[in-house]
């Protein structure tokens, strides 16, 4: 990847895809693309819980530019573009397998079994280094359970929970110990020839919460978990990190380019 001056890693769904896709949700997309074409020192990479196949197939919907870098798996898996396609960033998933500690996702959700309000999601929504639930309402009332039972299975693994308000359900994604969106950030960081300051991180929801407490700067939509939105304004508080931590009052891609103009990286 060529060396940019500034780079913008984004969630996608509840950030830059909006929920609703409404002709004016689409419009603001539209918007914040154009304004991001006019600024081609700024790249681009979108960090989200998607395989990198319906991660494509997302941003072709709602007509979302070719970035960068991917970051798919909820942070269990990068890509990097080269030559018009995409490749895997070989020594980032060695490190994965490593973190994994040697187990297979199908041994860690036999150490979880069957519990009540807990289901596994989809097949295509599980990864190599990614095992992902559903819970009924929000996940907080399950961790303790299911870190007991991986306990019991000798797992070390990252618990990363957060919340759909359209759909009422929680999300669990189970990844290797001490890896989430935050960890390949870092990685992008240290791999895309910036400086710290001229990284911005955009997200709506609690698996962007690491990252979002990074120390990076961060743009939280307007559309973002009132819970998330506490929890961030507190915690940036006590790491004396509130002056990088923009709460956009739009939500979606509105409020992304919003905090893009907050932080100057669009002129």
């Known amino acids: 990847m060529s060396i940019t001056r500034t780079l913008l ?37 979108y960090v989200t819980g998607r395989h990198l196949s319906l991660a494509r197939a997302g941003i072709a919907e709602v007509g979302l530019p070719t970035p960068d870098w991917f970051v798919c798996d909820v942070g269990t898996s990068v890509y990097r573009r ?5 490749e895997v960033d070989e020594r980032y998933r060695q490190a994965m397998k490593a973190a994994f500690g040697g187990l297979k996702g199908v041994q860690i959700q036999s150490a979880i079994g069957a519990m009540a309000g807990i289901e596994l999601q989809e097949e295509e929504k599980q990864a190599e280094f990614k095992v992902s639930y559903y819970t009924n309402g929000r996940p907080d009332g399950f961790l ?13 693994v990252n618990l990363v929970a957060s919340y759909d308000p359209v759909s009422k359900r929680g999300l669990l994604d189970l990844l290797p110990s001490g890896v989430a969106k935050d960890h390949a950030v870092r990685y992008l960081h240290d791999h895309a020839g910036i400086d710290e300051d ?5 997200g709506d929801s609690g698996n962007d919460r690491a990252a979002m407490l990074a120390g990076y700067r961060v743009i939280v939509v307007g559309n973002a978990d009132a819970a998330l ?18 709460f956009a009052e739009h939500p979606y891609a509105r409020g992304v380019l919003e905090g893009l103009h907050h932080f100057g990286f669009l002129s």
Request: proline share 4%; hydrophobic share 40%.
């Open 9 to 45: 890693a984004s969630d996608l769904d509840g950030t830059l895809i909006p929920l609703e896709r409404t002709p004016e949700r689409l419009r603001e997309v539209a918007e914040l693309v154009a304004a991001m074409r006019g600024e081609p020192a700024l790249g681009l990479a």
């Open 82 to 86: 080269r030559n018009g396609t995409f």
């Open 144 to 156: 303790g359970n299911v870190r007991s039972r991986l306990d019991r299975a000798g797992a070390t």
């Open 198 to 202: 001229q990284l911005v991180y955009a």
């Open 229 to 246: 939105k506490a929890d961030l304004a507190d915690q940036s508080a006590a790491r004396g990190i509130t002056d990088r931590m923009y």
